[in-house]
């Protein structure tokens, strides 16, 4: 599997490491206990497409959101986190 | 109900009529309109389950409905690993009851899924890892469980083709449960299915279920392919996908599912005695009785539905595998597949109710699902059965991570590929 | 040449097996080599199976189960029964298919899995068995008694197990990975694959070309094949020459494309020098490369099936085309009375190939009626049996006749000494399912191709790997592929070569008379390798394992090292016809990667033995390997465990004279390996305090503090100190161990959380060496270090205080007053080019204060002295709580953890906390993951309430000291608890303390 990093180029997916579901939102401090156990424990999980958080650490150090087929491992999109539009 | 007992003597009287008497191993069922008890999940987890709701709790109608052939999830492509070393107290009793069933399996099943007791050592390297080691040896033996403390030179005596001269982290010793071992895996998956059948268990293969019918808090059965299959109770035992089938309930689940991989070479005289793991890179390795060495490392480490990894993780786990046996350069890696595992955010199943009445939870093996087959199935049917939990399987409930009662056995925290 | 004795009749005759020049062949030169001690003659260019044959030896091995005498099915990779142990020792290869290891001088093979011979093998008595030994007849027996399995029955099996031996010793081969790119990767170098790489290289594009073979050519090496007129070898040749002059092109033989990942990575072994005797000096034996491409052109070509019938295993019995290979390439004679039995047009070559090669074909059998086999019978007087099968063959040691039954059901017996069969060819699309595509089935061929589209855009099948089977049909697929996945349009430029263009039909015919139940003719092998007959398919199908899956797992059909590539279609087949369902609806399993069995040392690479993971080194390494000290692992690193002195004769003895030199004079120690996080920008305050469970608001410049992080699951994460250099300038320090998940854990943190925080951050671990310089005489000897300007004193700079200053005149450092052992201490860091010569500075100005370097051992020992907690005590299982550090959890302020930190569970009173423990006898060892019980309770896990987690003895305090975890600990000070350790058999006592054994006031360290 390689990813598209939009500042190092396609790059093996040797120089990357994996976080998770990049759709989970850090609740505010005060939100109610549930929202913070949904946030830190449950996920859709879902079989195709996934949006996901990956890092390149033996690169750029930049966080990205991948959009990726879980099925099919095809990666549709690859950006940096920080250009992200938050929802 | 299929067949005759298994013996040499059935064996030999076939033999003279050219093996015509053999029965189907277990029926073609069809569904009937509704059953006491579903099981969602021909594997080994759901197979044992219904054994077990038949065998044990006295249970008939049940059925186990599978999407395609039975044992063909992670019961059918695993490293056939089977022991109970174990640190957490929520975990050892669980999996020792495991392995209590894995020694009287044969005779319970009239199968012979080849339980081989050849002994599993996992190999230290450190300081550290010993004092961990020491740790978890001293829990499995207050625990009743076998655990010995191996020396270097223990080891060597025991594994001296092992890198004992040129490795880059030397191995200072082992953990060693002697009782821990290898079991032929897709023979359990036949072996629960006969004995299940035998008791009148109705096996449901090429059955998908499309949707779980829900009324009023409380499940009714199950829209499958194969038509809609009423139920008192369902039970989920379909790890891999298990967030996929929740979700049919509007269920979300502390869950992700990877990718593992596993590895056979080509058959070799056998030189390797017991299950082997290495302590400074994801490496484990065992010898079938076919003669292959049988080996995995880590997941892959992604989130997956495919049943195959990549390149990475096979350089990997085979880097560690030459340095910890480095005669085995020029043996061949034969084959290697994909299995999908259900990674719990604590690395530590869920045997549990659900928020829906009559939905019961068998999930988040991670990848130590194939050695929990029939305690798995043994609590799972004492909850289906009884509606409480085993008292072995106490703590896997699924309000655990909320609560923050986690069964961490590696330490990572809520972060699936890491354990 | 060498001759053989034709089996069978009792008559010698001395006959030759090497006809004339092979296209693959330098006669000139003659090769020695040995098989089973014997020693033999070939050419090079020769495979061993093709040098064996040329000397008449037929019998080359034993099968798995029955140990049935085998000989050659094949000519390539497929090949299930030539397996051999090739060269000796720690260069041993077990599992070597004869047909494609290629000769050299020297070369030794040995046949495998017989005892005491290939000839006579005692364990053929399995044969006699055969009736009992059917499929899974093990799961039905070997259960009584239980514990039988381990002492009777499986070491039975074990000692029948497995094919070769392993080598005995390490590898002494060297092997490497390599990365390669390129946008069009064709495998295979036969017709299809040659066009696809000629037409994409002219069109400008980078061009990888793979091909297993030494040679290129594929099938038409085997073949009489013209092409433009000439052989068609020949245009291969050309072919393969053009391309090798194009700079865009990269030509790899004998290179196994093995394995199709996602995103376009291709797994490719390269054998460099398995053709001789052995690699180049500095040279590997093989290359494994990782090929990034973006097209694959896949022409892989097909693999011809044999025909299932009674006793069709006996060495002589071989598939029609390979018999074309020997005749050709090898330019070897595989037999001298030959029968022909094909069920379709392609095998009736071989017919006209051998009469050709004066080899006298004494019938021909063919499935179904063709006016082409009634021509061939004509011209070489063979008989025709069409509409036929056979029905029994005979031949101990190798094949002497075959009984053909005719049309009407007559059996003929013929004397053959060799039987070419086809039944019908496969397209190779194992690297078209590596993906999960499916291939589908087609009637017409009798096979499956991939699917329309299989394994995405960027694939390309072409040739018989498609189902075209066409010679013609195989340049115009190969060109168009080779044009279309260079993006340029062919169609213009497309030439194809003059070829004679013979249609291919099939009648299949999936098994003859006599291979299910009745009549009991022989055993109709299905999988040469694992001896799965038809008889084991219809056994299994009856016992309900009419599964595709089910079938092959129960039976171990295609399980063997040819992974069943002869056997696959049959057996579905076979199963399809018994369950009265089409090959389509059987379905088929997908092909799981590798291609071919690859080395495990190639796909490890160099990564083996020392070179198994990097070393990391801190700076004074090499000042601390010249100081004789003792290192150890620490993850990558290698760190200095102690340094013995002359007359030390244990390592106890160092280890406390370390100690207590940084207890009453000082020592140093190399601490570099700490992370190290530079961070600056005006909002690095609000992000330590959102990343740190401890307040950094009030945290003035020159000053450091100790800083607890945890998880998002409230569970402790790591510990450090950070310290402000400046206005928004801040060093964080990291445990070892964590450095590099902290640093991933700030970039999520800010990148992911918190874009909106001002902060820059960079791990500048690499970039300072760090030394700890620790003890009463610690200030003296820095005073000798930081230069003169900067003010030591204890007021102008305390504990905890942090400064940029200059060092042995004008060296620009950090100084932090850090104590991690206790004592009065320095945390001096310079620039790591300089680490080795501060610490041969410190020996030198600290020599008068009595200083010595101490090693991560006393460093421990000393931290335990002073209850920190470390890697044990940080193992990811404990809450701040369990660490006694519950009150440092800010209450004021969002940080990481907060919220999940805060449920009850996690801060629940009975959980396992921090104690210190000191046995009631002193010098009764304290053992790290001893559990703790109740004194007098029983052993059992009902009992157990913690557990120690770092022990050591304390030369301070006169005594084994430890760090544990026990329930309600700080409420239980003073009780002795039982210490168990059932692993040693040993049961001791202890008393719970403070954590802090050494200076509880911290007046030390205050000094």
């Given at each position: 599997?390689?990813?598209?990093?939009?500042?190092?180029?396609?790059?093996?997916?040797?120089?990357?490491?994996?976080?998770?579901?990049?759709?989970?939102?850090?609740?505010?401090?005060?939100?109610?206990?549930?929202?913070?156990?949904?946030?830190?424990?449950?996920?859709?999980?879902?079989?195709?497409?996934?949006?996901?958080?990956?890092?390149?650490?033996?690169?750029?150090?930049?966080?990205?959101?991948?959009?990726?087929?879980?099925?099919?491992?095809?990666?549709?999109?690859?950006?940096?986190?920080?250009?992200?539009?938050?929802? | 109900?299929?067949?005759?007992?298994?013996?040499?003597?059935?064996?030999?009287?076939?033999?003279?009529?050219?093996?015509?008497?053999?029965?189907?191993?277990?029926?073609?069922?069809?569904?009937?309109?509704?059953?006491?008890?579903?099981?969602?999940?021909?594997?080994?987890?759901?197979?044992?389950?219904?054994?077990?709701?038949?065998?044990?709790?006295?249970?008939?109608?049940?059925?186990?409905?599978?999407?395609?052939?039975?044992?063909?999830?992670?019961?059918?492509?695993?490293?056939?690993?089977?022991?109970?070393?174990?640190?957490?107290?929520?975990?050892?009793?669980?999996?020792?009851?495991?392995?209590?069933?894995?020694?009287?399996?044969?005779?319970?099943?009239?199968?012979?899924?080849?339980?081989?007791?050849?002994?599993?050592?996992?190999?230290?390297?450190?300081?550290?890892?010993?004092?961990?080691?020491?740790?978890?040896?001293?829990?499995?033996?207050?625990?009743?469980?076998?655990?010995?403390?191996?020396?270097?030179?223990?080891?060597?005596?025991?594994?001296?083709?092992?890198?004992?001269?040129?490795?880059?982290?030397?191995?200072?010793?082992?953990?060693?449960?002697?009782?821990?071992?290898?079991?032929?895996?897709?023979?359990?998956?036949?072996?629960?299915?006969?004995?299940?059948?035998?008791?009148?268990?109705?096996?449901?293969?090429?059955?998908?279920?499309?949707?779980?019918?829900?009324?009023?808090?409380?499940?009714?059965?199950?829209?499958?392919?194969?038509?809609?299959?009423?139920?008192?109770?369902?039970?989920?035992?379909?790890?891999?996908?298990?967030?996929?089938?929740?979700?049919?309930?509007?269920?979300?689940?502390?869950?992700?599912?990877?990718?593992?991989?596993?590895?056979?070479?080509?058959?070799?005289?056998?030189?390797?005695?017991?299950?082997?793991?290495?302590?400074?890179?994801?490496?484990?390795?065992?010898?079938?009785?076919?003669?292959?060495?049988?080996?995995?490392?880590?997941?892959?480490?992604?989130?997956s539905y495919a049943q195959r990894g990549n390149l990475p993780v096979v350089e990997d786990v085979l880097e560690s595998g030459i340095a910890l046996m480095p005669r085995i350069g020029r043996v061949r890696l034969l084959r290697q597949w994909g299995g999908i595992m259900d990674m719990s955010m604590d690395g530590s199943p869920i045997i549990?109710?659900?928020?829906?009445?009559?939905?019961?939870?068998?999930?988040?093996?991670?990848?130590?699902?194939?050695?929990?087959?029939?305690?798995?199935?043994?609590?799972?049917?004492?909850?289906?059965?009884?509606?409480?939990?085993?008292?072995?399987?106490?703590?896997?409930?699924?309000?655990?991570?909320?609560?923050?009662?986690?069964?961490?056995?590696?330490?990572?925290?809520?972060?699936?590929?890491?354990? | 040449?060498?001759?053989?004795?034709?089996?069978?009749?009792?008559?010698?005759?001395?006959?030759?097996?090497?006809?004339?020049?092979?296209?693959?062949?330098?006669?000139?030169?003659?090769?020695?080599?040995?098989?089973?001690?014997?020693?033999?003659?070939?050419?090079?260019?020769?495979?061993?199976?093709?040098?064996?044959?040329?000397?008449?030896?037929?019998?080359?091995?034993?099968?798995?189960?029955?140990?049935?005498?085998?000989?050659?099915?094949?000519?390539?990779?497929?090949?299930?029964?030539?397996?051999?142990?090739?060269?000796?020792?720690?260069?041993?290869?077990?599992?070597?298919?004869?047909?494609?290891?290629?000769?050299?001088?020297?070369?030794?093979?040995?046949?495998?899995?017989?005892?005491?011979?290939?000839?006579?093998?005692?364990?053929?008595?399995?044969?006699?068995?055969?009736?009992?030994?059917?499929?899974?007849?093990?799961?039905?027996?070997?259960?009584?008694?239980?514990?039988?399995?381990?002492?009777?029955?499986?070491?039975?099996?074990?000692?029948?197990?497995?094919?070769?031996?392993?080598?005995?010793?390490?590898?002494?081969?060297?092997?490497?990975?390599?990365?390669?790119?390129?946008?069009?990767?064709?495998?295979?170098?036969?017709?299809?694959?040659?066009?696809?790489?000629?037409?994409?290289?002219?069109?400008?594009?980078?061009?990888?070309?793979?091909?297993?073979?030494?040679?290129?050519?594929?099938?038409?090496?085997?073949?009489?094949?013209?092409?433009?007129?000439?052989?068609?070898?020949?245009?291969?040749?050309?072919?393969?020459?053009?391309?090798?002059?194009?700079?865009?092109?990269?030509?790899?033989?004998?290179?196994?494309?093995?394995?199709?990942?996602?995103?376009?990575?291709?797994?490719?072994?390269?054998?460099?020098?398995?053709?001789?005797?052995?690699?180049?000096?500095?040279?590997?034996?093989?290359?494994?490369?990782?090929?990034?491409?973006?097209?694959?052109?896949?022409?892989?070509?097909?693999?011809?099936?044999?025909?299932?019938?009674?006793?069709?295993?006996?060495?002589?019995?071989?598939?029609?085309?390979?018999?074309?290979?020997?005749?050709?390439?090898?330019?070897?004679?595989?037999?001298?009375?030959?029968?022909?039995?094909?069920?379709?047009?392609?095998?009736?070559?071989?017919?006209?190939?051998?009469?050709?090669?004066?080899?006298?074909?004494?019938?021909?059998?063919?499935?179904?009626?063709?006016?082409?086999?009634?021509?061939?019978?004509?011209?070489?007087?063979?008989?025709?049996?069409?509409?036929?099968?056979?029905?029994?063959?005979?031949?101990?040691?190798?094949?002497?006749?075959?009984?053909?039954?005719?049309?009407?059901?007559?059996?003929?017996?013929?004397?053959?000494?060799?039987?070419?069969?086809?039944?019908?060819?496969?397209?190779?699309?194992?690297?078209?399912?590596?993906?999960?595509?499916?291939?589908?089935?087609?009637?017409?061929?009798?096979?499956?191709?991939?699917?329309?589209?299989?394994?995405?855009?960027?694939?390309?099948?072409?040739?018989?790997?498609?189902?075209?089977?066409?010679?013609?049909?195989?340049?115009?697929?190969?060109?168009?592929?080779?044009?279309?996945?260079?993006?340029?349009?062919?169609?213009?430029?497309?030439?194809?070569?003059?070829?004679?263009?013979?249609?291919?039909?099939?009648?299949?015919?999936?098994?003859?008379?006599?291979?299910?139940?009745?009549?009991?003719?022989?055993?109709?092998?299905?999988?040469?390798?694992?001896?799965?007959?038809?008889?084991?398919?219809?056994?299994?199908?009856?016992?309900?394992?009419?599964?595709?899956?089910?079938?092959?797992?129960?039976?171990?059909?295609?399980?063997?090292?040819?992974?069943?590539?002869?056997?696959?279609?049959?057996?579905?087949?076979?199963?399809?016809?018994?369950?009265?369902?089409?090959?389509?609806?059987?379905?088929?399993?997908?092909?799981?990667?590798?291609?071919?069995?690859?080395?495990?040392?190639?796909?490890?690479?160099?990564?083996?033995?020392?070179?198994?993971?990097?070393?990391?080194?801190?700076?004074?390494?090499?000042?601390?390997?010249?100081?004789?000290?003792?290192?150890?692992?620490?993850?990558?690193?290698?760190?200095?465990?102690?340094?013995?002195?002359?007359?030390?004769?244990?390592?106890?003895?160092?280890?406390?004279?370390?100690?207590?030199?940084?207890?009453?004079?000082?020592?140093?120690?190399?601490?570099?390996?700490?992370?190290?996080?530079?961070?600056?920008?005006?909002?690095?305050?609000?992000?330590?305090?959102?990343?740190?469970?401890?307040?950094?608001?009030?945290?003035?410049?020159?000053?450091?503090?100790?800083?607890?992080?945890?998880?998002?699951?409230?569970?402790?994460?790591?510990?450090?100190?950070?310290?402000?250099?400046?206005?928004?300038?801040?060093?964080?320090?990291?445990?070892?161990?964590?450095?590099?998940?902290?640093?991933?854990?700030?970039?999520?943190?800010?990148?992911?959380?918190?874009?909106?925080?001002?902060?820059?951050?960079?791990?500048?671990?690499?970039?300072?060496?760090?030394?700890?310089?620790?003890?009463?005489?610690?200030?003296?000897?820095?005073?000798?270090?930081?230069?003169?300007?900067?003010?030591?004193?204890?007021?102008a700079f305390g504990f905890m205080a942090a400064a940029d200053v200059t060092v042995c005149g004008g060296l620009r450092a950090r100084l932090f007053r850090l104590s991690f052992s206790g004592e009065l201490a320095y945390e001096i860091a310079v620039p790591a080019r300089y680490g080795d010569a501060l610490a041969r500075r410190l020996m030198?100005?600290?020599?008068?204060?009595?200083?010595?370097?101490?090693?991560?051992?006393?460093?421990?020992?000393?931290?335990?002295?002073?209850?920190?907690?470390?890697?044990?005590?940080?193992?990811?299982?404990?809450?701040?709580?369990?660490?006694?550090?519950?009150?440092?959890?800010?209450?004021?302020?969002?940080?990481?953890?907060?919220?999940?930190?805060?449920?009850?569970?996690?801060?629940?009173?009975?959980?396992?906390?921090?104690?210190?423990?000191?046995?009631?006898?002193?010098?009764?060892?304290?053992?790290?993951?001893?559990?703790?019980?109740?004194?007098?309770?029983?052993?059992?896990?009902?009992?157990?309430?913690?557990?120690?987690?770092?022990?050591?003895?304390?030369?301070?305090?006169?005594?084994?000291?430890?760090?544990?975890?026990?329930?309600?600990?700080?409420?239980?000070?003073?009780?002795?608890?039982?210490?168990?350790?059932?692993?040693?058999?040993?049961?001791?006592?202890?008393?719970?303390?403070?954590?802090?054994?050494?200076?509880?006031?911290?007046?030390?360290?205050?000094?």
């Amino acid at each position: 599997m390689r990813l598209t990093c939009p500042h190092c180029g396609s790059r093996g997916l040797e120089e990357f490491s994996y976080r998770g579901d990049a759709t989970v939102q850090r609740p505010a401090l005060e939100a109610p206990e549930e929202d913070w156990v949904a946030y830190v424990y449950l996920r859709d999980n879902p079989c195709g497409a996934h949006r996901e958080l990956w890092y390149h650490g033996a690169g750029c150090r930049a966080w990205l959101v991948v959009e990726r087929d879980t099925l099919t491992h095809v990666v549709h999109n690859v950006r940096a986190v920080c250009r992200e539009e938050t929802p | 109900m299929s067949g005759e007992r298994y013996s040499v003597f059935s064996l030999l009287r076939e033999t003279l009529r050219g093996h015509s008497g053999w029965k189907p191993a277990w029926r073609k069922a069809v569904p009937q309109k509704t059953y006491d008890i579903v099981i969602v999940g021909g594997g080994g987890h759901g197979l044992a389950t219904a054994y077990y709701l038949a065998r044990r709790y006295g249970l008939t109608r049940i059925a186990v409905v599978e999407k395609g052939w039975i044992g063909g999830g992670n019961v059918g492509r695993n490293t056939t690993i089977v022991r109970s070393n174990y640190l957490l107290s929520g975990n050892i009793p669980f999996y020792e009851q495991s392995m209590k069933l894995w020694e009287g399996l044969e005779q319970d099943l009239n199968y012979n899924a080849m339980v081989s007791q050849r002994g599993v050592l996992n190999l230290l390297h450190n300081d550290a890892q010993r004092n961990a080691a020491i740790r978890r040896g001293n829990a499995m033996r207050l625990n009743g469980v076998d655990a010995e403390l191996l020396d270097r030179e223990a080891v060597r005596a025991r594994l001296p083709f092992l890198d004992f001269g040129n490795a880059r982290f030397p191995i200072q010793g082992g953990l060693l449960q002697r009782r821990g071992g290898t079991v032929r895996h897709d023979a359990v998956a036949w072996g629960y299915a006969r004995a299940a059948d035998r008791l009148g268990v109705d096996i449901i293969e090429n059955c998908e279920v499309t949707g779980i019918r829900v009324h009023d808090g409380r499940v009714l059965g199950l829209e499958t392919t194969r038509g809609f299959v009423g139920a008192r109770k369902v039970g989920l035992a379909c790890a891999g996908n298990s967030s996929r089938v929740a979700a049919m309930a509007g269920l979300r689940l502390p869950i992700e599912s990877h990718v593992l991989q596993a590895f056979v070479s080509e058959g070799l005289k056998p030189f390797i005695d017991c299950v082997v793991t290495f302590g400074a890179g994801h490496f484990y390795v065992s010898q079938s009785d076919k003669g292959g060495l049988v080996f995995g490392g880590d997941i892959d480490g992604y989130n997956s539905y495919a049943q195959r990894g990549n390149l990475p993780v096979v350089e990997d786990v085979l880097e560690s595998g030459i340095a910890l046996m480095p005669r085995i350069g020029r043996v061949r890696l034969l084959r290697q597949w994909g299995g999908i595992m259900d990674m719990s955010m604590d690395g530590s199943p869920i045997i549990d109710r659900t928020s829906v009445a009559g939905l019961y939870l068998n999930a988040g093996w991670c990848y130590g699902g194939f050695k929990a087959t029939p305690a798995s199935g043994l609590c799972f049917a004492h909850l289906l059965a009884r509606d409480e939990p085993h008292e072995v399987a106490r703590a896997y409930r699924l309000d655990r991570f909320g609560m923050g009662a986690v069964i961490d056995e590696k330490g990572m925290g809520a972060q699936p590929n890491l354990h | 040449m060498s001759g053989l004795r034709v089996a069978g009749r009792g008559r010698k005759a001395r006959r030759t097996f090497r006809h004339g020049a092979g296209n693959g062949l330098e006669t000139g030169r003659q090769i020695r080599f040995t098989f089973d001690g014997k020693s033999y003659l070939g050419h090079p260019g020769d495979t061993l199976a093709s040098a064996l044959l040329a000397n008449g030896v037929r019998l080359l091995g034993r099968s798995f189960k029955y140990h049935r005498p085998r000989g050659l099915l094949s000519a390539g990779p497929e090949e299930p029964n030539a397996l051999v142990e090739l060269r000796q020792g720690a260069a041993r290869e077990p599992n070597t298919r004869a047909t494609i290891a290629e000769i050299f001088d020297g070369l030794v093979a040995s046949s495998q899995n017989r005892w005491p011979g290939l000839a006579l093998d005692v364990l053929g008595i399995n044969g006699f068995f055969s009736p009992v030994f059917t499929a899974g007849f093990y799961y039905k027996t070997f259960m009584w008694p239980a514990s039988f399995w381990e002492k009777v029955y499986e070491p039975l099996i074990r000692r029948a197990a497995g094919l070769g031996r392993a080598a005995d010793a390490a590898d002494p081969d060297r092997y490497e990975k390599i990365t390669a790119f390129c946008d069009v990767l064709v495998v295979g170098a036969g017709p299809a694959g040659l066009s696809a790489a000629l037409a994409a290289a002219e069109s400008g594009v980078q061009v990888i070309l793979c091909e297993q073979d030494a040679l290129p050519g594929g099938r038409l090496r085997g073949e009489r094949t013209l092409i433009d007129g000439r052989p068609g070898w020949m245009w291969a040749q050309d072919a393969h020459r053009r391309l090798a002059g194009m700079t865009n092109v990269r030509i790899m033989t004998r290179s196994c494309v093995f394995a199709r990942y996602d995103g376009g990575t291709y797994g490719v072994l390269e054998r460099v020098f398995d053709h001789l005797p052995a690699p180049r000096e500095g040279q590997p034996r093989q290359r494994m490369w990782r090929v990034v491409a973006e097209h694959c052109v896949v022409a892989t070509g097909g693999i011809e099936r044999p025909i299932v019938f009674p006793n069709n295993d006996r060495p002589g019995i071989m598939l029609a085309a390979s018999v074309r290979t020997y005749l050709h390439r090898f330019g070897v004679i595989p037999g001298h009375r030959a029968v022909v039995y094909t069920n379709n047009s392609d095998g009736l070559r071989t017919v006209a190939d051998l009469h050709h090669a004066g080899v006298r074909v004494v019938a021909i059998v063919e499935a179904g009626t063709s006016t082409a086999a009634q021509d061939l019978a004509r011209q070489t007087g063979a008989v025709l049996f069409s509409g036929a099968t056979i029905a029994n063959t005979f031949g101990r040691l190798g094949v002497t006749a075959a009984v053909i039954r005719d049309a009407h059901g007559r059996e003929h017996r013929v004397g053959c000494d060799l039987i070419a069969v086809s039944g019908g060819w496969s397209p190779d699309i194992a690297l078209t399912t590596h993906q999960g595509a499916r291939p589908v089935y087609r009637d017409d061929l009798a096979a499956f191709v991939p699917a329309q589209g299989a394994g995405g855009s960027d694939l390309h099948v072409v040739g018989v790997a498609a189902g075209v089977m066409t010679d013609r049909g195989a340049f115009e697929s190969g060109l168009r592929a080779g044009y279309l996945t260079s993006g340029a349009d062919g169609s213009g430029k497309m030439r194809l070569p003059d070829v004679n263009d013979a249609a291919y039909d099939i009648t299949p015919v999936w098994q003859g008379p006599g291979t299910g139940n009745l009549p009991r003719a022989g055993k109709a092998f299905v999988d040469f390798q694992n001896d799965v007959t038809a008889r084991d398919i219809r056994l299994a199908a009856q016992e309900g394992f009419q599964s595709v899956e089910h079938l092959k797992r129960y039976t171990t059909l295609c399980m063997a090292t040819d992974q069943g590539k002869t056997a696959n279609v049959n057996a579905l087949a076979m199963l399809a016809d018994i369950t009265g369902r089409s090959v389509s609806e059987t379905g088929t399993t997908l092909i799981r990667p590798p291609v071919q069995p690859v080395a495990l040392g190639a796909l490890a690479g160099a990564h083996r033995g020392r070179h198994f993971r990097p070393f990391r080194l801190p700076p004074t390494h090499r000042w601390a390997e010249e100081q004789g000290a003792v290192f150890a692992e620490n993850g990558l690193w290698l760190r200095a465990q102690w340094y013995p002195r002359p007359g030390e004769t244990h390592w106890l003895e160092t280890v406390n004279r370390e100690v207590e030199t940084v207890r009453n004079r000082v020592g140093f120690c190399d601490v570099s390996t700490l992370g190290k996080i530079d961070l600056q920008g005006p909002d690095v305050r609000v992000f330590l305090d959102r990343l740190y469970v401890n307040g950094w608001q009030k945290l003035p410049v020159g000053r450091a503090r100790y800083g607890l992080m945890l998880r998002e699951d409230g569970f402790v994460f790591d510990d450090g100190t950070t310290a402000r250099l400046g206005e928004n300038h801040y060093v964080m320090t990291t445990t070892t161990a964590k450095a590099a998940s902290v640093m991933q854990h700030l970039e999520f943190c800010h990148q992911c959380l918190w874009p909106e925080l001002d902060v820059q951050f960079i791990s500048v671990t690499d970039e300072w060496a760090q030394i700890a310089v620790a003890g009463p005489n610690s200030r003296d000897v820095m005073r000798q270090i930081v230069d003169p300007d900067f003010d030591l004193s204890n007021a102008a700079f305390g504990f905890m205080a942090a400064a940029d200053v200059t060092v042995c005149g004008g060296l620009r450092a950090r100084l932090f007053r850090l104590s991690f052992s206790g004592e009065l201490a320095y945390e001096i860091a310079v620039p790591a080019r300089y680490g080795d010569a501060l610490a041969r500075r410190l020996m030198q100005a600290g020599a008068p204060y009595g200083i010595a370097p101490y090693g991560t051992e006393a460093l421990g020992v000393m931290r335990i002295e002073k209850g920190h907690p470390a890697g044990a005590e940080l193992n990811g299982q404990t809450t701040a709580h369990d660490l006694g550090m519950g009150r440092l959890l800010s209450g004021r302020k969002d940080f990481i953890g907060r919220r999940m930190a805060d449920r009850a569970a996690l801060r629940d009173p009975a959980r396992p906390t921090l104690v210190g423990l000191k046995p009631l006898r002193v010098d009764a060892p304290l053992v790290c993951g001893a559990h703790l019980l109740p004194k007098g309770a029983a052993a059992t896990a009902a009992s157990d309430q913690g557990w120690i987690a770092s022990s050591a003895w304390s030369p301070t305090v006169g005594s084994w000291i430890g760090l544990g975890f026990l329930q309600n600990g700080p409420a239980r000070l003073g009780d002795v608890v039982a210490v168990h350790n059932p692993l040693a058999g040993t049961v001791t006592e202890a008393v719970v303390v403070s954590p802090v054994f050494v200076d509880p006031q911290g007046e030390r360290l205050h000094g």
